[in-house]
């Protein structure tokens, strides 16, 4: 049974920073590109960004481009998202997905195979 977990989030001030995890089990982790997706209330589904199964090739959203750094670790089967300089309109909550044994991220939701329950990130002014 994949599973996928996501921790992390919490309360930020605006210009802060977090770090956000997602610890997956039960697929080829090592294998499979993944993916963080966040959604805002009344909004649509929105990519953050994706890293390929070595780590070699990150591609990110157009919102969070240059504040986010997306990251895995194999050995301990976690992707993680930082997160800096954190703006009120970064308030969503964020999923974490997985493309099983599939090595290339995609920035399309409906190419990943797994999701997370999410963890919701605040962002105050």
């Known amino acids: 049974q994949v599973q996928l977990v996501e921790t992390g989030g919490g309360l930020v001030q605006a210009g802060g920073s977090l770090r956000i995890s997602c610890a997956a089990s039960g697929l080829t982790f090592s294998r499979s590109a993944m993916g963080w997706f966040r959604q805002a209330v009344g909004k649509e589904r929105e990519f953050v960004a994706g890293i390929s199964w070595n780590g070699g090739s990150t591609v990110y959203g157009d919102s969070p481009k240059g504040r986010f750094t997306i990251s895995r670790d194999n050995a301990k089967n976690t992707v993680y998202l930082q997160m800096s300089s954190l703006q009120p309109e970064d308030t969503a909550v964020y999923y974490c997905?997985?493309?099983?044994?599939?090595?290339?991220?995609?920035?399309?939701?409906?190419?990943?195979?797994?999701w997370g329950q999410g963890t919701q990130v605040t962002v105050s002014s």
């Open positions: 997905a997985a493309r099983n044994e599939k090595l290339t991220q995609s920035a399309t939701a409906g190419r990943y195979d797994y």
